[in-house]
């Protein structure tokens, strides 16, 4: 899986055989790879969540803003969750930093 650090401590990747090989997480000659819409997928590490209500809400948050295709929330009860999404090009790092922030949790640094 290749990995590109972007700004808010989130990771770009692209799965490994998919994409272009330019961190872009398009579909280029890949029958089985994430849908079009997508522009990017996300590793975010969030802390302060400890436990499923937290999910719950760091989801929710996501989840409600236009463009966020897919969440999916690895929780480490005391420590870093790892919260991967899948998004469209018109979600920006600010828009998740803040959707992280309005569910009461911060983005690691």
Do not use: F, K, N, W
Request: proline share 2%; charged share 20%; aromatic share 0%.
């Amino acid at each position: 899986m290749s990995e590109q650090r972007i700004e808010l401590g989130l990771a770009a990747t692209t799965p490994a055989g998919g994409g272009c090989g330019d961190g872009c997480g398009c579909a280029h000659g890949t029958a089985a790879s994430a849908p079009a819409s997508v522009a990017a997928t996300d590793e975010l590490r969030v802390e302060g969540m400890t436990c499923e209500h937290c999910v719950r809400a760091v989801t929710e948050e996501l989840s409600s803003l236009e463009g966020v295709d897919v969440v999916d929330v690895a929780l480490q009860a005391g420590g870093t969750s790892v919260v991967r999404i899948a998004r469209s090009a018109g979600v920006s790092d600010h828009d998740l930093a803040a959707a992280i922030d309005e569910a009461g949790y911060s983005l690691a640094r």
